[in-house]
Each structure stands twice: as C-alpha cells, then as structure tokens.
C-alpha cells in the first residue's frame, strides 16, 4: 500500500481497509473475536475503537462547508502529507498519549442499541455503514476544500479534511493488523 495522495487515492484505501476488517472479523472465531486481557484488547475491543474514532470523522465531514469553516476557520497552510501526518501522530505516541486519555473512544464506552443479540455481526454492520458514510462525504468535497477546511483531533489538534483522511487510514490500518493479532490470525 503506498502513501495515498489524491482524492481517489484516499477513498480506494479506506474502502480497501473497510472490506479487509470485516473480512478478518467475520471468519473469526467467538474465542478470537473476544479473546482479551485487562491489559491488552479483543478484536471486538479493537473494532469499537475503530467505530468510535470513524463514526465522528463521517459526521463532521458530512457537515456543509459553511459549518465547518464557521466552528474552525479554514486551514491557511498546506495540507501535509500522509507520511508527514503519520509522523506527528507517531511522535504524539511516542510522548505517551494514548486512547485511553480520551474516554470518547475507548470500547467499554461503546452501547448497543437494546436487543441486539448478535454483537459482531451488529458491528461489522456498523463499521462497513460508517465507513461508507466516511467516504460518502470524502467524495463530495473538491481537492481544493479537501486542503482548505479542517476539523480538530484530539490528539494531533488541526487537521486538513485531507489530513484527517489520511491519519484515518493510518488508525485503521494500525488497528486492523491488531484485530488480526489479538484474534491469532
């Protein structure tokens, strides 16, 4: 997978990551899917995780322009690159910040909806509806606005539309290789 750039670029590797997830999810044992410690995350843990940080992103950039660039003003730099992204995401790691400093998405805040009874496959639901939504919204916006409007990440502060994208890409696959360790696959 190389460093996307383009618009296309973006959407191709997050439908990519999407479909890679679930497919891991889906041919994983009960045992694999919620085998954790207390001090390390399921596959089920890591799965929420992702939907928690996603479902937030697809909603922002679903908002119209006007919203956006009224809540954070417009960008005024250059957006970086997804090499540059991941970099100051990694440097934020290696200070010690982590998912659990913000309780918004750590898994045990994830709530099912009353009667669900078949908690992964409600999720694999739920992460291939948002991630559809994400690159719903990504689509809309010119690679101009892309450069232009930006949102806040808690850990990273101001990101482009495009930053944002890439660092989800980063998250996701970060995460998706962990899915993968904790379900022993």
Not at 14 to 21: D, F, K, P, S
Not at 49 to 61: E, F, I, Q, T
Not at 113 to 120: A, L, Q
Not at 167 to 173: L, R, V
Request: glycine share 4%; aromatic share 10%; charged share 25%.
């Amino acid at each position: 997978m190389s460093d996307p750039q383009t618009q296309h670029e973006i959407v191709e590797q997050l439908a990519n990551i999407q479909e890679a997830v679930s497919k891991d999810i889906t041919r994983m044992s009960d045992t694999q899917f919620c085998n954790g410690t207390t001090d390390a995350w399921s596959a089920s843990d890591y799965l929420k995780h992702l939907l928690l940080s996603v479902k937030p992103v697809a909603k922002a950039m679903g908002f119209p322009a006007e919203v956006l660039e009224k809540q954070f003003d417009l960008s005024g730099r250059a957006s970086r690159t997804y090499a540059e992204v991941v970099k100051a995401y990694q440097k934020r790691l290696d200070e010690g910040i982590r998912a659990e400093d913000f309780d918004k998405v750590v898994p045990v805040f994830y709530r099912f909806p009353e009667g669900i009874t078949d908690e992964r496959a409600y999720l694999v639901q739920s992460w291939n509806e948002s991630n559809q939504r994400l690159i719903a919204a990504a689509l809309k916006w010119s690679e101009a606005e892309l450069d232009s409007l930006q949102m806040p990440h808690p850990a990273v502060g101001m990101l482009t539309l495009r930053e944002m994208l890439f660092f989800t890409i980063f998250h996701n696959t970060l995460h998706w290789h962990n899915i993968q360790h904790a379900g022993g696959l």
